[in-house]
């Protein structure tokens, strides 16, 4: 493994770990609802399309593992940390504030790390499969199909499990989703043409371009 897949295992973990950070506030535009996480979440999905597209499932599983390993850590430390006595002269707004984004920390973390798993593996996995049955051709519908069908998975999993009741109501939870859903692809089609250029510059540069011709998908392998 190069240097430029270290760089895009850097990146894709830190979008998964601020997401879960951001996730916590929604907000509007217009008549549609977000989370904070929609700035930097599909940047992970991205990133998962490269790695799958350039040096397949095999790496991607291994990413996506890696990924929740470091996440869960992260979460775990944002638990001890948030549970822990505040030191007397802390003041309650702060202590306040900070318990706002980190109180929601077991119940997110559970739903992200479920999400996660099933989003990046739906995502990697559709990939892949594309891949091979079209010959390598049709990158940009297999990246689009892969994404919709991943964060759908993601979406139907994390914000009922994380938000709802607590942050959301169960009445805005369908179109909610819908919304993620739709803005997340909607932005991959946007940075389709960088995105392109990105995995045809890697596959260069690293001379590799692998098929997933006999590649098992089990996600525990």
Known sequence: MGVLFVLFATLFTVCLVVSNLFAV??????????????????????INDVISEVWGFAKARMLIWMAFLINFFVVLVAFLVDAA?????????ASDGFHSVFGLAPRVAAASFLAFLVGSFVNASVM????????????TLRAVMSTLFGE?????????????G????????????????????????????????IVKWVKEYENVDVYDVDVKYNPFK
């Open 85 to 93: 006595p505040g030191a007397p002269w802390w003041d309650s707004a």
């Open 166 to 197: 607590a942050v959301i109501p169960w009445s805005q939870m369908p179109m909610f989703v819908l919304w993620q859903v739709g803005l997340k692809t909607a932005y991959e089609l946007l940075v389709m043409p960088l995105t392109i250029r």
């Open 152 to 164: 759908l998975s993601d979406s139907l999993i994390f914000f009922p499990i994380a938000l709802a």
């Open 25 to 46: 506030k929604p907000f509007s535009v217009g008549p549609a609802s977000f989370t904070g996480a929609i700035f930097l979440f599909p940047v992970s999905y991205i």
């Open 128 to 139: 892949s499969k594309m891949k091979v049955k079209h010959q390598g051709r049709h990158f």
